[in-house]
């Protein structure tokens, strides 16, 4: 009878069962509208597009400067071109974070899902929006390019073998990661400025590891190239590197931080998703 009350209660509060994938966080009003707007479903479209959009530009900026680099013979040149990806993350976060918290990349998503700050159910939809937006991106390069410089796809660099590329991506995720879960707990009062760490994460990447590994740190934006060229060879480096630091960098979460399921995490994770609502 408690709990029927207690139902009743909630929905007289406007406030929704699914709440439930957050217990026990003392979320205050604000919050829990917060956790509900992310709850109706009439906002799902917005979300997956969100992400599928995001990724897009995440994909035709990385993809695409290597292509271009080579169309025209060096210049666009490195530092630019792992620059490039690093500067539209952070505007992609800044400019559509509050729709789906703009993870852009699978193993994001699936930390956020690991630390309990984004629920499980919702995980299936963000990495097939983000997997379509990656390969309409290569397939938008094709159409333009053709297959050049393999569609700006990642494979280790010549010299080096796979398990050394596997090795970096391993190690680039356990960074990036640890970074993204770092800003979205609110470590250092960073807020919006979250935004600027993972992109400078990026670059930092590409800068001293791009060179081996191509710094992809996302399995998405090398599938999305490997999707349109038909080109899999290196395609499980940059899907098992990825998977393995991720887990590394929860792990190293939990260390840091304990268990998540924090409201500031759960905020980054899941986005306002009614932007309206703000106004």
């Known amino acids: 009878m408690a709990d029927r009350e207690t139902a009743d ?59 271009i680099d080579s169309v025209t013979g060096g210049a666009v040149g490195r530092v630019a071109a792992v620059t490039a990806p690093g500067l539209t993350v952070t505007a992609i976060i800044l400019f559509m974070g509050t729709n789906s918290g703009a993870h852009l990349n699978p193993v994001v998503t699936l930390a956020f899902a690991l630390r309990r ?37 990642t494979h280790p660099a010549h010299g080096f073998t796979p398990a050394q590329a596997l090795i970096i991506e391993v190690l680039l995720t356990l960074g990036l990661v640890s970074t993204i879960l770092g800003a979205a707990s609110g470590a250092q009062s960073i807020g919006p ?13 590409g800068l001293w590891a791009g060179p081996v590994s191509g710094s992809s740190m996302n399995p998405a934006r090398s599938a999305g ?10 395609l499980w480096i940059y899907i098992l590197g990825p998977a393995v630091g991720m887990l590394l960098a929860v792990g190293a979460a939990y260390i840091l931080s304990g ?13 306002t998703s009614n932007p309206a609502a703000e106004r």
Request: hydrophobic share 40%; glycine share 12%; no cysteine.
């Open 225 to 234: 190239p490997a999707f349109a060229s038909g080109d899999y060879e290196s």
């Open 193 to 205: 400025l979250s935004a600027l760490a993972a992109g400078a994460y990026i670059v930092l990447a």
């Open 9 to 67: 209660s909630r929905a007289r509060r406007g406030e929704s069962p699914e709440n439930d994938h957050l217990p026990g966080l003392g979320l205050s009003r604000a919050q829990r509208t917060q956790v509900n707007e992310f709850n109706d479903p009439s906002h799902e479209v917005r979300r997956l597009f969100s992400e599928t959009f995001g990724t897009f530009l995440l994909v035709l900026a990385a993809a695409g400067a290597d292509i």
């Open 117 to 153: 700050d984004f629920p499980w159910r919702r995980v299936p939809g963000y990495i097939l929006a983000q997997l379509a937006g990656a390969t309409t991106a290569a397939v938008a390069l094709r159409l333009t390019f053709g297959l050049q410089d393999r569609l700006g796809g």
């Open 259 to 271: 268990p998540g399921g924090g409201p500031t995490a759960a905020k980054a994770a899941q986005g």
